[in-house]
Protein backbone atom coordinates (compact mmCIF):
# COMPACT_ATOMS: atom_id res chain seq x y z
CA UNK A 1 0.00 0.00 0.00
CA UNK A 2 1.19 3.57 -0.86
CA UNK A 3 1.93 5.97 2.21
CA UNK A 4 0.01 9.67 2.00
CA UNK A 5 3.03 10.81 1.31
CA UNK A 6 3.91 8.83 -1.97
CA UNK A 7 0.47 9.82 -3.04
CA UNK A 8 0.51 13.48 -2.14
CA UNK A 9 3.66 13.54 -4.15
CA UNK A 10 2.66 11.86 -6.63
CA UNK A 11 0.76 13.22 -10.08
CA UNK A 12 -1.97 10.98 -9.41
CA UNK A 13 -5.90 12.24 -8.65
CA UNK A 14 -6.93 12.13 -5.47
CA UNK A 15 -9.18 9.27 -4.02
CA UNK A 16 -12.64 10.50 -5.41
CA UNK A 17 -15.17 10.88 -2.42
CA UNK A 18 -17.54 12.92 -4.71
CA UNK A 19 -19.04 14.99 -1.73
CA UNK A 20 -18.61 19.21 -1.49
CA UNK A 21 -16.50 18.38 1.61
CA UNK A 22 -13.83 16.09 -0.30
CA UNK A 23 -14.10 18.22 -2.97
CA UNK A 24 -13.26 21.11 -0.80
CA UNK A 25 -10.56 19.75 0.31
CA UNK A 26 -9.06 18.26 -2.35
CA UNK A 27 -9.10 21.38 -3.73
CA UNK A 28 -7.50 23.44 -0.92
CA UNK A 29 -4.52 21.20 -0.68
CA UNK A 30 -3.76 21.15 -4.55
CA UNK A 31 -4.31 25.03 -4.54
CA UNK A 32 -1.81 24.87 -0.91
CA UNK A 33 0.96 22.09 -2.28
CA UNK A 34 2.06 24.02 -5.14
CA UNK A 35 4.68 22.01 -7.20
CA UNK A 36 4.61 17.84 -7.04
CA UNK A 37 7.22 15.76 -5.36
CA UNK A 38 8.29 18.46 -2.57
CA UNK A 39 11.36 16.90 -0.86
CA UNK A 40 10.65 15.68 2.85
CA UNK A 41 11.10 18.28 5.58
CA UNK A 42 14.71 18.33 7.13
CA UNK A 43 15.25 17.00 10.55
CA UNK A 44 15.44 18.89 13.63
CA UNK A 45 18.53 19.48 14.78
CA UNK A 46 17.42 18.43 18.40
CA UNK A 47 14.18 16.02 19.52
CA UNK A 48 11.36 18.20 20.20
CA UNK A 49 9.51 16.81 22.41
CA UNK A 50 5.45 17.81 21.73
CA UNK A 51 2.55 17.64 24.13
CA UNK A 52 -0.87 17.38 22.99
CA UNK A 53 -3.26 18.82 25.25
CA UNK A 54 -6.85 20.14 25.65
CA UNK A 55 -8.88 19.20 28.59
CA UNK A 56 -11.79 18.94 26.50
CA UNK A 57 -12.85 15.17 25.46
CA UNK A 58 -13.13 14.53 22.05
CA UNK A 59 -11.47 17.62 20.17
CA UNK A 60 -9.17 15.22 18.80
CA UNK A 61 -6.02 14.93 20.81
CA UNK A 62 -5.61 11.30 19.95
CA UNK A 63 -6.41 11.47 16.59
CA UNK A 64 -4.30 14.31 15.77
CA UNK A 65 -1.94 12.92 17.65
CA UNK A 66 -1.57 9.56 15.94
CA UNK A 67 -2.06 11.41 12.46
CA UNK A 68 0.53 13.63 13.03
CA UNK A 69 3.12 11.28 14.26
CA UNK A 70 2.75 8.49 11.30
CA UNK A 71 2.69 11.31 8.86
CA UNK A 72 5.74 12.54 10.19
CA UNK A 73 7.20 9.36 10.04
CA UNK A 74 6.22 8.99 6.68
CA UNK A 75 8.32 11.82 5.85
CA UNK A 76 10.96 10.24 7.06
CA UNK A 77 11.35 11.40 10.41
CA UNK A 78 11.81 9.29 13.69
CA UNK A 79 9.27 9.70 15.88
CA UNK A 80 7.91 8.38 19.42
CA UNK A 81 4.39 8.83 20.83
CA UNK A 82 3.71 8.40 24.62
CA UNK A 83 0.02 7.25 25.65
CA UNK A 84 -0.33 9.50 28.76
CA UNK A 85 -4.35 8.70 28.44
CA UNK A 86 -5.80 5.14 31.12
CA UNK A 87 -7.96 5.10 27.98
CA UNK A 88 -4.92 3.63 25.67
CA UNK A 89 -6.89 4.98 22.17
CA UNK A 90 -3.59 6.47 20.69
CA UNK A 91 -1.90 2.61 21.68
CA UNK A 92 -4.97 0.73 20.12
CA UNK A 93 -4.42 3.17 16.78
CA UNK A 94 -1.04 2.05 16.50
CA UNK A 95 -1.86 -1.35 16.94
CA UNK A 96 0.43 -1.71 20.41
CA UNK A 97 -0.67 -4.28 22.25
CA UNK A 98 -2.20 -2.11 25.97
CA UNK A 99 -3.46 -4.88 28.35
CA UNK A 100 -2.82 -5.06 31.71
CA UNK A 101 0.85 -5.98 32.19
CA UNK A 102 2.34 -4.64 29.22
CA UNK A 103 5.48 -2.56 29.62
CA UNK A 104 3.89 0.93 29.65
CA UNK A 105 3.68 4.69 30.75
CA UNK A 106 2.44 3.20 33.99
CA UNK A 107 5.65 1.55 34.63
CA UNK A 108 8.12 4.62 33.43
CA UNK A 109 5.67 7.14 35.87
CA UNK A 110 4.87 5.32 39.09
CA UNK A 111 7.70 2.28 38.87
CA UNK A 112 10.29 4.53 37.69
CA UNK A 113 11.27 2.42 34.51
CA UNK A 114 13.37 3.66 31.95
CA UNK A 115 12.45 4.85 28.77
CA UNK A 116 14.22 2.46 26.69
CA UNK A 117 12.27 -0.92 28.32
CA UNK A 118 8.60 0.56 27.79
CA UNK A 119 9.10 1.47 24.02
CA UNK A 120 7.45 -0.97 21.08
CA UNK A 121 7.98 -0.30 17.64
CA UNK A 122 4.43 0.37 15.31
CA UNK A 123 4.06 -3.03 13.33
CA UNK A 124 2.85 -0.67 9.65
CA UNK A 125 4.82 2.49 10.06
CA UNK A 126 8.49 2.58 9.70
CA UNK A 127 10.14 4.90 12.28
CA UNK A 128 7.38 5.10 14.47
CA UNK A 129 7.69 4.03 17.56
CA UNK A 130 5.04 4.05 20.83
CA UNK A 131 4.95 3.94 25.29
CA UNK A 132 1.57 2.54 25.46
CA UNK A 133 -1.05 2.92 28.39
CA UNK A 134 -2.58 0.66 30.19
CA UNK A 135 -6.12 0.72 32.60
CA UNK A 136 -3.57 0.67 35.83
CA UNK A 137 -2.10 4.78 34.29
CA UNK A 138 -5.74 5.48 35.81
CA UNK A 139 -4.42 4.93 39.60
CA UNK A 140 -1.40 6.63 38.99
CA UNK A 141 -2.70 10.32 39.07
CA UNK A 142 -3.67 9.39 42.71
CA UNK A 143 -0.23 7.13 43.55
CA UNK A 144 2.03 9.40 42.06
CA UNK A 145 0.66 12.49 44.57
CA UNK A 146 3.41 10.41 47.03
CA UNK A 147 5.92 10.15 44.94
CA UNK A 148 9.11 12.62 45.30
CA UNK A 149 9.12 15.00 42.68
CA UNK A 150 5.81 13.88 41.20
CA UNK A 151 5.07 16.49 38.47
CA UNK A 152 8.84 16.07 36.56
CA UNK A 153 8.80 11.76 36.28
CA UNK A 154 8.13 11.97 32.77
CA UNK A 155 10.93 14.86 32.06
CA UNK A 156 13.31 12.73 33.45
CA UNK A 157 12.55 9.80 31.80
CA UNK A 158 12.69 11.68 28.32
CA UNK A 159 16.06 13.39 28.75
CA UNK A 160 17.72 10.65 30.05
CA UNK A 161 16.94 8.09 26.81
CA UNK A 162 20.40 8.25 25.26
CA UNK A 163 18.21 8.76 21.76
CA UNK A 164 16.87 12.52 23.14
CA UNK A 165 18.61 15.45 22.38
CA UNK A 166 20.68 17.14 19.46
CA UNK A 167 22.66 15.15 16.65
CA UNK A 168 25.70 15.64 19.55
CA UNK A 169 24.28 14.08 22.15
CA UNK A 170 22.14 11.49 20.67
CA UNK A 171 23.20 10.62 17.31
CA UNK A 172 21.60 9.75 13.98
CA UNK A 173 19.85 7.41 15.42
CA UNK A 174 17.62 10.00 17.64
CA UNK A 175 14.26 10.55 17.49
CA UNK A 176 13.67 13.71 15.80
CA UNK A 177 9.52 13.92 17.62
CA UNK A 178 8.32 12.58 21.11
CA UNK A 179 4.51 13.49 21.12
CA UNK A 180 2.65 12.57 24.21
CA UNK A 181 -1.24 12.44 24.15
CA UNK A 182 -2.59 13.33 27.33
CA UNK A 183 -5.62 12.47 29.07
CA UNK A 184 -8.84 15.17 29.08
CA UNK A 185 -8.02 16.21 32.17
CA UNK A 186 -5.46 18.61 34.03
CA UNK A 187 -4.13 16.80 36.42
CA UNK A 188 -1.09 15.62 37.40
CA UNK A 189 -0.15 13.11 34.15
CA UNK A 190 -1.29 15.77 31.80
CA UNK A 191 1.27 17.63 34.45
CA UNK A 192 4.19 15.51 34.03
CA UNK A 193 3.37 16.27 29.89
CA UNK A 194 3.77 19.78 30.28
CA UNK A 195 6.76 19.81 32.41
CA UNK A 196 8.35 16.93 30.00
CA UNK A 197 7.57 19.16 26.73
CA UNK A 198 9.02 22.27 25.22
CA UNK A 199 5.94 22.40 22.87
CA UNK A 200 2.43 22.26 23.24
CA UNK A 201 -0.13 21.49 20.45
CA UNK A 202 -3.65 22.05 21.16
CA UNK A 203 -6.31 20.61 18.84
CA UNK A 204 -9.43 22.48 18.30
CA UNK A 205 -12.55 20.90 17.22
CA UNK A 206 -14.24 23.62 15.04
CA UNK A 207 -17.55 23.61 17.24
CA UNK A 208 -19.96 25.96 18.99
CA UNK A 209 -17.92 26.32 22.04
CA UNK A 210 -14.36 25.46 20.94
CA UNK A 211 -12.60 28.43 22.82
CA UNK A 212 -14.58 27.62 26.17
CA UNK A 213 -12.14 25.91 28.71
CA UNK A 214 -8.82 27.16 26.65
CA UNK A 215 -8.39 30.02 29.22
CA UNK A 216 -7.84 27.52 32.09
CA UNK A 217 -5.30 25.28 30.17
CA UNK A 218 -3.53 29.01 28.84
CA UNK A 219 -3.53 29.30 32.98
CA UNK A 220 -2.27 26.11 33.83
CA UNK A 221 0.46 26.54 30.92
CA UNK A 222 1.34 29.93 32.78
CA UNK A 223 2.16 28.24 36.36
CA UNK A 224 4.01 25.66 34.64
CA UNK A 225 5.92 28.53 33.06
CA UNK A 226 6.07 30.04 35.64
CA UNK A 227 7.27 27.25 38.51
CA UNK A 228 8.63 24.19 36.60
CA UNK A 229 9.14 24.69 32.92
CA UNK A 230 10.14 28.32 31.94
CA UNK A 231 10.63 26.59 27.99
CA UNK A 232 7.13 25.67 27.79
CA UNK A 233 5.24 26.94 24.83
CA UNK A 234 2.05 27.12 22.58
CA UNK A 235 3.36 26.42 19.68
CA UNK A 236 0.83 24.92 17.77
CA UNK A 237 -2.90 25.07 17.22
CA UNK A 238 -4.41 22.49 15.16
CA UNK A 239 -8.34 22.77 13.69
CA UNK A 240 -9.84 19.33 14.00
CA UNK A 241 -13.44 17.86 12.58
CA UNK A 242 -13.42 20.96 10.52
CA UNK A 243 -17.05 20.73 8.21
CA UNK A 244 -16.43 23.50 5.37
CA UNK A 245 -19.68 22.70 4.51
CA UNK A 246 -21.07 24.71 7.75
CA UNK A 247 -20.49 28.53 8.00
CA UNK A 248 -20.60 27.96 12.21
CA UNK A 249 -16.87 25.78 11.20
CA UNK A 250 -15.52 28.51 8.78
CA UNK A 251 -16.17 31.20 11.98
CA UNK A 252 -14.59 28.67 14.82
CA UNK A 253 -11.59 29.04 12.72
CA UNK A 254 -11.51 32.43 11.88
CA UNK A 255 -12.01 33.06 16.14
CA UNK A 256 -9.17 30.98 16.81
CA UNK A 257 -7.10 32.21 14.09
CA UNK A 258 -7.96 36.03 15.82
CA UNK A 259 -6.85 34.69 19.39
CA UNK A 260 -3.88 32.38 18.25
CA UNK A 261 -2.41 33.99 15.42
CA UNK A 262 0.35 32.35 14.24
CA UNK A 263 0.71 29.04 16.00
CA UNK A 264 -2.38 27.90 13.98
CA UNK A 265 -1.65 25.76 11.35
CA UNK A 266 -2.85 26.87 7.93
CA UNK A 267 -4.06 23.20 7.26
CA UNK A 268 -7.35 22.02 9.50
CA UNK A 269 -8.55 18.58 9.41
CA UNK A 270 -11.62 18.11 7.83
CA UNK A 271 -14.33 15.53 9.64
CA UNK A 272 -14.06 12.76 7.83
CA UNK A 273 -15.41 8.56 8.31
CA UNK A 274 -12.29 7.64 7.25
CA UNK A 275 -10.37 9.31 10.05
CA UNK A 276 -12.67 7.87 12.83
CA UNK A 277 -13.42 4.68 11.06
CA UNK A 278 -9.32 3.51 11.15
CA UNK A 279 -8.35 3.28 14.91
CA UNK A 280 -11.40 0.16 14.58
CA UNK A 281 -8.65 -1.55 12.44
CA UNK A 282 -6.15 -0.98 14.62
CA UNK A 283 -4.30 1.79 12.15
CA UNK A 284 -4.00 5.55 11.27
CA UNK A 285 -5.85 7.12 8.75
CA UNK A 286 -2.27 7.56 7.07
CA UNK A 287 -2.34 3.72 6.58
CA UNK A 288 -6.29 2.89 6.41
CA UNK A 289 -6.87 5.57 3.65
CA UNK A 290 -3.80 7.19 2.53
CA UNK A 291 -5.55 9.17 -0.63
CA UNK A 292 -8.43 10.47 1.64
CA UNK A 293 -8.65 14.24 2.29
CA UNK A 294 -8.10 13.57 6.57
CA UNK A 295 -4.72 12.06 5.40
CA UNK A 296 -3.74 14.30 2.41
CA UNK A 297 -4.43 17.36 5.53
CA UNK A 298 -2.61 15.37 8.44
CA UNK A 299 0.34 15.19 5.92
CA UNK A 300 -0.12 18.61 4.95
CA UNK A 301 -0.53 19.55 8.40
CA UNK A 302 2.54 17.37 9.29
CA UNK A 303 4.67 18.99 7.02
CA UNK A 304 4.13 22.51 7.82
CA UNK A 305 4.69 21.65 11.75
CA UNK A 306 8.19 20.28 10.69
CA UNK A 307 9.19 23.30 8.79
CA UNK A 308 7.65 26.15 11.42
CA UNK A 309 9.42 24.10 14.31
CA UNK A 310 12.90 24.89 12.35
CA UNK A 311 12.62 27.93 14.21
CA UNK A 312 11.03 27.02 17.59
P1 LIG B 1 -9.69 13.20 22.27
O1 LIG B 1 -8.43 12.40 22.27
O2 LIG B 1 -9.46 14.69 22.34
O3 LIG B 1 -10.66 12.76 23.31
P2 LIG B 1 -10.29 11.82 19.80
O4 LIG B 1 -9.09 12.01 18.98
O5 LIG B 1 -10.42 10.50 20.51
O6 LIG B 1 -10.42 13.00 20.86
O7 LIG B 1 -11.56 12.10 18.90
C1 LIG B 1 -12.88 12.02 19.42
C2 LIG B 1 -13.78 11.31 18.41
O8 LIG B 1 -13.86 12.06 17.22
C3 LIG B 1 -13.26 9.94 18.02
O9 LIG B 1 -14.35 9.08 17.86
C4 LIG B 1 -12.58 10.18 16.69
O10 LIG B 1 -12.59 9.04 15.86
C5 LIG B 1 -13.42 11.29 16.11
N1 LIG B 1 -12.65 12.14 15.20
C6 LIG B 1 -11.50 12.79 15.46
N2 LIG B 1 -11.07 13.50 14.40
C7 LIG B 1 -11.99 13.29 13.42
C8 LIG B 1 -12.13 13.74 12.07
N3 LIG B 1 -11.24 14.55 11.51
N4 LIG B 1 -13.20 13.32 11.37
C9 LIG B 1 -14.13 12.51 11.95
N5 LIG B 1 -14.05 12.04 13.19
C10 LIG B 1 -13.00 12.42 13.94
MG1 LIG C 1 -7.76 10.95 23.61
Same mark, same amino acid.
Given at each position: ???????????????????????????????????????? %????????????????? @?????????????????????????????????? =??????????? %????????? @????????????????????????????????????????????????????? @?????????????????????? @?? !?? !?????????????????????????? !??????????? !?????????????????? =???????????????????????????????????????????? %???????????????????????
Amino acid at each position: MRTAGELADSSSTFHDETTPLAQATEHSILARRGAQGRPA %PQRPPATRVVVVANQKG @GVGKTTSTVNMAAALAQLGQRVLVIDLDPQGNAS =TALAIEHRRGV %PSTYDLLVE @GAALADVISPCPDIEGLSVVPATIDLAGAEIELVSVVARESRLQKAIVAHPLV @GSAAEAGEERFDYVFVDCPPSL @GL !LT !LNALVAGRELMIPIQAEYYALEGLGQ !LIETVEMVKAH !LNPLLSVSTILVTMYDAR =TRLAAGVAEEVREHFGEQVLKTSIPRSVRVSEAPSYGQTVMTYD %PGSPGALCYLEAAREMATKGADV
